[in-house]
């Protein structure tokens, strides 16, 4: 069962260009999330969907970020207008649609804004 | 505001010995709560959860501690061995299995010295 799958692993992006990072999540899980790392902080949880459903995106900043969860296909995270301080680790976990809270996670996509 | 506090930036431990990293909370909402190892440019990897409802889960080498009165787990891992050495992040949800995010601490990197 291959794991949660997210490309690409390097993105590097120069100021006011956009990002698409992509997350494929583990072969039977329907729930997916995004978290963020800075450097030297700890995982911030960013959006939290299921199939074509937001339901939670509490995390997002407000603008120039968004997220979606096709029917088909890998779930998306975009960024438009990149600025330096989106440079960060961007993980994508998934998890079962009934399970004890467990998510697994992505190797993760390391974005540099130029 | 930090909810989930890890307040020992790393810890150093000989092998063979036990290593203790521990984790506080200040949300009483929390009900569930995991520890992730993570690897440089890897991933967060599920290491053990424990529900509320329990003060203590065991999995071979990994023991985590849930004191609700003092808001406070710990993860202990014996024997240690260098391969266990990486960050280790605690991290806390709300509500019934696989309802959302996950809240994290800042990590402790553990060595462990051969």
């Known amino acids: 069962n291959a794991g949660v799958m997210q490309n690409p692993r390097h993105l590097v992006r120069r100021r006011g260009q956009e990002a698409r990072l992509r997350c494929s999540p583990m072969?039977?899980?329907?729930?997916v999330y995004w978290y963020r790392q800075l450097p030297e902080e700890g995982l911030k949880f960013m959006v939290y969907l299921q199939k074509e459903n937001i339901i939670d995106e509490s995390g997002m900043p407000k603008e120039r970020f968004s997220a979606e969860f096709p029917k088909e296909g890998p779930s998306i995270l975009r960024i438009q207008q990149v600025v330096r301080g989106d440079s960060a680790a961007y993980f994508c976990?998934?998890?079962?649609?009934?399970?004890?809270?467990?998510?697994?996670f992505g190797p993760g996509t390391r974005l540099t804004v130029t | 505001d930090q909810q989930v506090k890890q307040n020992s930036p790393s810890l150093s431990v000989q092998e063979g010995r036990i290593s203790i990293l521990n984790c506080d909370y200040t949300?009483?909402?929390?009900?569930?709560f995991l520890w992730y190892k993570k690897y440089p440019a890897e991933g967060p990897t599920f290491l053990i959860s424990?529900?509320?409802?329990?003060d203590k889960n065991e999995d071979g080498r990994f023991t985590v501690f849930l004191n609700k009165s003092a808001k406070h787990l710990s993860l202990h891992i014996v024997p240690s061995q260098p391969g266990d050495s990486a960050v280790y992040f605690c991290a806390a949800s709300t509500g019934s299995s696989n309802t959302g995010k996950l809240i994290f601490g800042q990590g402790t990197t553990l060595q462990v010295k051969p």
């Open positions: 072969k039977g899980h329907s729930h």
């Open positions: 949300n009483s909402m929390f009900d569930y």
């Open positions: 424990i529900s509320s409802i329990k």
């Open positions: 976990a998934s998890s079962p649609a009934s399970g004890r809270g467990e998510q697994y």
